[in-house]
């Protein structure tokens, strides 16, 4: 009976509820759609991305000098959202802005500039139909945890649907995360062993089960700040003249640049004459030299004086890297460009090495020949190879058995991965901590006619029982006479 009565979970079509993150970056915003069913209980892992845009120009932190400009800027995305969430839906759709290192160095330079931003997109989000939730920077501990959360989310690894019906904790571990921006990187992973430095620790109730977390940011590892710093450090070392020699940049390779559009930023500050024209131009030529390229990126992190028992760099403290990892964003540019153009699988620390070395020996023509579509990018590509060899052999330790358990990619499903999908979930009502239950139910009506049913059925043993014991006693009787 209960295999042929239809059951229902729903009474209506389900429709959907939205919901909507801008992820203001260093170096571009992306707005991210989201859904999920509209009756669906809280937190039961069925939040699926709808859609992406993104905006056309720099990050906000990009139009300090320009007022409204980071505003305007957000328009086309804004305007293409009014058209992909159903009208009756926007009053209830949520929309937060979260900022990051673009953000965070804007308000170290210029604090004023970064509330005027802020204000401004925020404003800008208001004259919008949806519900607006705020625009924050988030802090470095808060963007690592929150793509740590999304990259766990999308594979499933805090809770699933099991086919019989039921949500269930799959117990299996969770993923590290590994996020590489323009002006910022983020490591973050679950770790068991005690995390020395309190500001690196992040501890989550999710779902009913603890998860202790070490996560850190570091601000000016983005790429394109170390792109900077490493022109900075070049210019330096070569006494400030007005022509350079690049050994990551191709050979034969030439550009010119303006002194400010290097010492523009807070991360290089420590390599700024006391005093230059910032209007003057400085030549780079390129020599395309691996060796000298690799000690000059190495002499961006500082690997000397750890205040703890271990440090990945510049005296911050790392556990040993355990479990699986997911690398995404400039990460996964990286690899994907050397695989591409060397045509190595880079799986291992060695294939990486060989990879970098081999993009970084090519000429800048061969290098548009493999990716003409990258034209604009290709002369960093060996400075960007190297510096992540760096970052994650020599930085975080990831060794000949853990490297290959890095998965470099950018989406998972059909979701981008970043920060902006757990930054949601956290921030709305569908990230619970304790874990849980769901159970099928039956429709009112079917439910009374099972009841009733039960209750035939015992009444017809009932007397069925009842009758045998009389007809057994009258047959007992008529023996006695006999
Ligand atoms: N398609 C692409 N191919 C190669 N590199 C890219 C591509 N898109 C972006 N990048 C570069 O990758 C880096 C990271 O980009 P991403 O959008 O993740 O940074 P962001 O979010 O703007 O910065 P942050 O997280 O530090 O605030 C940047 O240097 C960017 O210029
Ligand atoms: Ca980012």
Not at 134 to 155: C, D, H, K, M, P
Not at 359 to 367: S, Y
Request: glycine share 8%; aromatic share 12%.
């Amino acid at each position: 009976l209960l295999l042929t009565i239809p059951t229902e979970d729903v009474q209506e079509p389900p429709g959907f509820m939205y919901g909507i993150v801008l992820d203001a970056g260093s170096s571009h915003t992306a707005l991210y759609i989201y859904k999920w069913p509209a009756d669906k209980q809280n937190g039961t892992g069925v939040v699926t991305q709808h859609s992406e845009c993104h905006v056309k120009g720099g990050g906000i932190s990009s139009y300090a000098a320009k007022q409204g400009a980071a505003a305007q800027s957000l328009e086309t995305c804004l305007d293409q959202a009014v058209k992909d969430i159903p009208k009756e839906r926007h009053q209830l759709t949520p929309v937060y802005l979260g900022a990051t290192a673009g953000m965070r160095l804007l308000h170290i330079s210029s604090p004023e500039l970064a509330a005027q931003i802020l204000q401004e997109v925020g404003y800008k989000i208001q004259s919008y139909p949806f519900s607006y939730q705020g625009a924050a920077i988030l802090s470095g501990q808060e963007e690592g945890a929150y793509g740590w959360v999304t990259v766990n989310y999308l594979l499933e690894n805090f809770i699933k649907y099991g086919f019989v019906g039921r949500w269930f904790s799959p117990g299996r571990p969770t993923v590290g995360a590994l996020d590489l921006g323009g002006a910022s990187t983020q490591i973050t992973f679950a770790t068991q062993e005690e995390v020395e430095d309190g500001h690196d620790m992040m501890k989550l109730h999710l779902y009913g089960q603890k998860y202790s977390l070490y996560t850190h940011s570091f601000l000016c590892y983005g790429q394109d700040q170390v792109l900077k710093r490493l022109l900075a450090h070049i210019v330096k070392s070569q006494g400030y003249s007005e022509s350079v020699t690049h050994p990551c940049y191709p050979a034969g390779h030439n550009r010119t640049l303006k002194l400010n559009s290097i010492f523009n930023s807070p991360c290089t500050a420590e390599y700024k004459p006391s005093s230059y024209n910032s209007q003057a131009s400085l030549t780079v030529q390129g020599s395309g030299h691996y060796e000298h390229c690799l000690s000059n990126v190495s002499e961006i992190f500082s690997f000397d004086s750890c205040p703890f028992s271990q440090c990945s760099f510049d005296k911050v403290f790392q556990p040993n890297v355990t479990g699986s990892f997911m690398a995404f964003s400039a990460f996964f540019y990286v690899h994907s460009f050397l695989q591409h153009t060397t045509g190595i699988t880079v799986k291992t620390p060695s294939q990486l090495e060989e990879a970098a070395q081999t993009v970084c020996t090519m000429t800048f023509n061969q290098l548009l020949l493999l990716a003409p579509q990258q034209k604009s990018r290709l002369q960093d590509y060996c400075a960007s190879s190297v510096f992540v060899k760096i970052l994650m052999l020599r930085g975080y330790s990831f060794d000949e058995t853990s490297f290959p358990r890095i998965s470099f990619q950018k989406k998972a499903g059909d979701a981008s991965v970043g920060w902006a999908l757990g930054y949601m979930l956290s921030l709305s009502s569908l990230l619970p901590a304790e874990t849980v239950g769901l159970r099928k139910a039956l429709t009112p009506g079917a439910w009374g006619t099972l009841l009733f049913l039960f209750v035939l059925q015992l009444t017809a043993v009932l007397v069925f029982i009842l009758l045998r014991a009389c007809a057994g006693k009258k047959k007992g009787g008529s023996e006695s006479t006999i």
